[in-house]
């Protein structure tokens, strides 16, 4: 059982940044494919940035592309989610996702693929 524990949120003003830490419990950490999802109020779950074990392969939302970083620390057990220019609709709970994966480079989308979560940290951006 993998424990996610997120921080970094808080609030910004538009145009500013906030980086974005999940510490996971476990030792094998190397052997999880990360994510990044958010949840706004009255709003599905969405993917926002995943990387692979390795980290050698890395993916984004549209909306974030250009904006956010996802990275990680295989020694430290932490994926971090570094967002610059941050706009109002950023605005959301984020969660960190972890899935055990056997293939180095392969990284996951979906909500339904990832199997521990973390509690959330809520960003908001004020305009």
């Known amino acids: 059982q993998v424990?996610?524990?997120e921080s970094g949120g808080g609030l910004v003003q538009a145009g500013g940044s906030l980086r974005l830490s999940c510490a996971a419990s476990e030792r094998s950490f190397s052997t999880y494919a990360m994510g990044w999802f958010r949840q706004a109020p009255g709003k599905e779950r969405e993917f926002v940035a995943?990387?692979?074990?390795?980290?050698?392969?890395?993916?984004?939302?549209?909306?974030?592309?250009g904006r956010f970083t996802i990275s990680r620390d295989n020694a430290e057990n932490t994926v971090y989610l570094q967002m610059n220019s941050l706009k109002?609709?950023?605005?959301?709970?984020?969660?960190?996702?972890?899935?055990?994966?056997?293939w180095g480079n392969t990284y996951?989308?979906?909500?339904?693929?990832?199997?521990?979560?973390?509690?959330?940290?809520?960003?908001?951006?004020?305009?």
């Open 50 to 65: 995943a990387i692979s074990r390795s980290a050698g392969s890395t993916d984004y939302a549209d909306f974030v592309k």
């Open 108 to 127: 996951y989308r979906r909500v339904s693929e990832y199997e521990y979560w973390g509690q959330g940290t809520q960003v908001t951006v004020s305009s």
């Open 3 to 5: 424990q996610l524990v």
């Open 88 to 102: 109002p609709e950023d605005t959301a709970v984020y969660y960190c996702a972890a899935r055990a994966t056997l």
